[in-house]
């Protein structure tokens, strides 16, 4: 899955501080024998027969599943993985003060979705039966792990211009990031959590 989809509009939203999630989780292959691009057992609720769409691209894809078949939805979605992949790795910052404004903006905007929609938030906790979860669910593959992805690529792409005190604390942040997108496509009983040494070390 990925932030954009075939059409390329955008599936996240941020307005003065508040985060909407526009996409919509969507089976490649139908979840029922009788649903669009079916098999015989059903489609799976795996990483790999999932991908993130706009509502208007979802409704049109699976009514008219003729149009958009099983091969040309993951074409979508490899294209998408391929462009996260890449990203952050293209700019080199002149300063590590530039790097590192650059990188605290994006662990803030992380910071900020999961405190209003994570599992210990204040609307998931006071109401259970909230959207919270589904909104948590569908932002954290179009969002955090793309956002965990792009400091990864930064970090490396500008390597140079770390201090020694950075360099350490890159390790446990390298492990919190592959952890938590391995989470993501496929519950783990555990993974590694974000470090603090690496949040105080950049800021």
């Known amino acids: 899955m990925g932030s954009r989809d075939g059409c390329g509009r955008e599936l996240t939203r941020s307005n003065q501080g508040q ?3 526009l996409g919509e989780q969507a ?8 649903g669009p691009r079916p098999i015989e057992q059903g489609g799976p609720d795996t990483y790999e027969n999932m991908i993130l769409l706009c509502p208007t691209c979802h409704t049109e894809i699976d009514k008219k599943p003729d149009l958009f078949p099983e091969g040309m939805l993951l074409g979508w979605k490899k294209k998408h993985e391929d462009a996260v992949a890449a990203y952050g790795s293209e700019k080199h910052y002149a300063s590590n003060e530039e790097l590192t ?12 979705f999961f405190k209003e929609y994570g599992p210990k938030s204040d609307i998931a906790e006071a109401n259970p039966s909230s959207n919270a979860y589904n909104v948590w669910e569908i932002g954290r593959a179009a969002k955090l792990v793309p956002n965990n992805l792009r400091i990864l690529n930064m970090l490396k792409t500008n390597a140079d211009l770390l201090t020694p005190e950075q360099k350490a604390a890159v390790p446990a942040f390298i492990a919190h990031a592959e952890g938590f ?22 800021k």
């Open 181 to 202: 997108a391995h989470h993501v496509h496929e519950r783990l009983d555990h993974y590694p959590l974000f470090p603090t040494a690496f949040g105080e070390a950049i």
């Open 101 to 112: 404004s650059a990188i605290k903006a994006i662990l803030d905007e992380n910071y900020v």
């Open 19 to 21: 985060h909407y999630i």
């Open 27 to 34: 089976h490649v292959t139908g979840q029922s024998p009788a």
